[in-house]
C-alpha cells in the first residue's frame, strides 16, 4: 500500500465530532511519519539504556579501584555495588594521576567515574528536548496539548505544519489505560487485579522466578569485578593450589588469629591492593560477550521458554554446588562463570509478562516485575557481600538450592505449547 493511499484511508476512518473530524489516536500517530523525531527520541532512550547497564554493573569496576583510597571491606563493596564494563575502565584505569582539588585526591577512579556519568546527562539533555508522550496526555484528557505535540512530531519529521489534518482526537476502547492522575486510588485500581483470580496464581509464580533469578545472579554479577580482580591479583601469588573460596576467604581485610594458649587474638593487616588486573577488564569484556552469543543462541529456541528456564536453572545449581568441590581456583572460576547463566533466564521469564497477561495488565505486571527484580538485587548483593568472603561455601550451597525452588517453580509454568508468543 503507497503513502498516499494508506493517508486517505486513514482520513476516511476518521469521525464527525462538533463539524470537526476526529481521528483516533492511531491513526493520528501513523500520520506523523516517521523522521528524525523518532530516531532522536530512540537514540535518547538508548543512552538512557546504556546509563543503566553502567548504573548495574560498571560501578563494579570502580569500587575495585577505590577499594583502598575509600578502606573497603567484601561488604562495603557489596553496598557501594548494589547502589544506583567497558573499554573505558581498562584505558582510564591504567593512568597513574594524582591531583588535589578542594581538599579532594582525584584519581584515576574518579576520572571513570564521570566518564561512566556521561550517559546518563547525554540522555537527560536529549530527554529535555522531546514532548510529553502524547498517548499519557490523551489518556488523562489532555486531547488538545496532545494534537499539539503529534503536529510538532510531525513537522519535526519533515512536514508540513499546515498539512497535518488532525484537529481532534480520541481513544478507542481498547487503547485506554484508564489514568486518573497520580492517586493511591488509581495506583490500585491497576495493581489489584494482579493478585486476585485468576490473575493471583501466575503473579506469585512469575515474581517468585524473578525474585530467585535476580538474587542469585545479580547478588555475585553485580561485584564480578571485584571477584575477577581478586582472582587474577592473588591466583599467581599463591605457592599451593587454593581453592576458589580460599582466594576469596584469604582476600579479607583482617586475619584473625586467636592463640589458644593465651587466648591472644592478632590481627593481621594485609597489604591493601588498589590496581585492577587487566585480566579483570579482559574477563569482563569476555563474559560481557559471550553472553551477548549464548542470548542470540538461546533466541533460535524462544519457543520453548519452559524447558530453556528449567534446563538453565538446574544447570545454574549444578556449577554453583562445584565452584568449591572441585578444591581449584580455576575450574572453580569456570563454574562460576556456568552458575552466572542463570542471566539467561531474564529475557524468558519476561517473556511471560507479555504471553500470560491480557493487554491492559502486561505494562503493570512488568514494571511490577522490575521493582522486584532490583529489590532482589539490591538485598541479595549486601548478603552476599557480607557472607562470601566469610561463609563461601556455606554461600554458594544456599545460591544453588534457591536456584533449584526456581527450576521446581518454573515446572508449573503453562507447556510451552501453550505459551503463545
Known sequence: MTTDKKDKDIEMSGRIENNVKCYSYEDALDMTGHGKYNKGLLFACFMLIIA??????????????????????????????????????????????????????????????????????????????????????????????????????????????????????YLEEGSKDHVDGLTLRSLWEQIAPLFKPPLLKRTLLLYYLTFVVYIANNSFAIILPTIFNVFFTSYASQESSSSFCELLSDEANNVTITDSSNTTIIQQELDCKDSISDNTIFAGCAHGLSFFVLNALISQCAKKPKVLT????????????????????????????????????????????????????????????????????????????????????????????????????????????????
Open 52 to 169: 543503566m547497564g553502567i548504573d548495574i554493573y560498571g560501578l563494579g569496576i570502580i569500587v575495585t579501584v577505590a577499594t583502598c583510597d575509600l578502606g573497603l571491606n567484601f561488604q562495603q563493596i557489596g553496598i557501594l555495588s548494589s547502589m544506583p564494563f567497558a573499554v573505558w575502565a581498562y584505558l582510564i584505569t591504567k593512568l597513574n594521576f594524582t591531583i588535589y582539588i578542594m581538599g579532594i585526591v582525584y584519581r584515576p577512579w574518579r576520572l571513570l567515574t564521570l566518564v561512566m556519568a556521561l550517559p546518563l546527562g547525554i540522555g537527560a539533555l536529549l530527554l529535555w528536548y522531546f514532548s510529553e508522550s502524547p498517548k499519557f496526555l490523551a489518556n488523562v484528557g489532555r486531547t488538545d496539548e496532545a494534537v499539539a505535540i503529534l503536529k510538532r512530531m510531525y513537522v519535526i519529521n519533515g512536514g508540513e505544519s499546515e498539512k497535518y489534518p488532525v484537529e481532534k482526537i
Open 310 to 421: 528449567i534446563t538453565i536453572l538446574v544447570i545454574a545449581a549444578v556449577a554453583a554446588i562445584l565452584i568449591d568441590l572441585t578444591g581449584e581456583a580455576i575450574s572453580g572460576l569456570l563454574f562460576f562463570y556456568i552458575f552466572l547463566t542463570t542471566a539467561m533466564v531474564f529475557g524468558l521469564v519476561s517473556s511471560y509478562f507479555v504471553t500470560l497477561y491480557p493487554t491492559s495488565y502486561r505494562g503493570m505486571v512488568a514494571c511490577l516485575g522490575m521493582m522486584v527484580a532490583r529489590l532482589s538485587a539490591f538485598g541479595g548483593t549486601n548478603l552476599v557481600s557480607a557472607l562470601v568472603g566469610r561463609a563461601c561455601g556455606a554461600t554458594l550451597y544456599a545460591a544453588a538450592a534457591l536456584v533449584i525452588s526456581g527450576a521446581v517453580a518454573a515446572w508449573f509454568l503453562p507447556p510451552d505449547s501453550d505459551a503463545k508468543g
